[in-house]
């Protein structure tokens, strides 16, 4: 019934920039908060950015001002704005959004990821 939909993975050099999205389709009304992870081969899922309700942000330490996480206007896309990435940035990346549905319920739900690849 919830549908999240990444975009904007690929490949990229170093010191390069990529911008993921994550939008919701279907019953979703809105997206009130928005986390991105990533998985790195052999690696567990970590957090990478969080947007809370209200606005707030918060990130990894190994994000070292590089990124910046955003929700669109109309409250029905996730970003992330990736900058200089470096090749250990490269993993799956997943939005994970939590908001409520035409009918007035809330959901949490995750995006399908998103590859994204640094390398020369």
């Known amino acids: 019934q919830v549908q999240l939909v990444e975009s904007g993975g690929g490949l990229v050099q170093p010191g390069g920039s990529l911008r993921l999205s994550c939008a919701a389709s279907?019953?979703?009304?809105?997206?009130?908060?928005v986390g991105w992870y990533r998985q790195a081969p052999g690696k567990q899922r970590e957090l990478v950015a969080a947007?809370?309700?209200?606005?707030?942000?918060n990130y990894a330490d190994f994000v070292e001002g590089r990124f910046t996480i955003s929700r669109g206007n109309s409250k029905k896309t996730g970003y992330l704005q990736m900058n200089s990435l470096k090749p250990e940035d490269t993993a799956v990346y997943y939005c994970?959004?939590?908001?409520?549905?035409?009918?007035?319920?809330?959901?949490?739900?995750w995006g399908q990821g998103t590859l994204v690849t640094v390398s020369s």
């Open positions: 994970n959004a939590a908001g409520t549905y035409y009918s007035g319920r809330s959901f949490s739900n």
């Open positions: 279907g019953s979703i009304f809105s997206i009130s908060a």
């Open positions: 947007f809370t309700s209200g606005g707030n942000t």
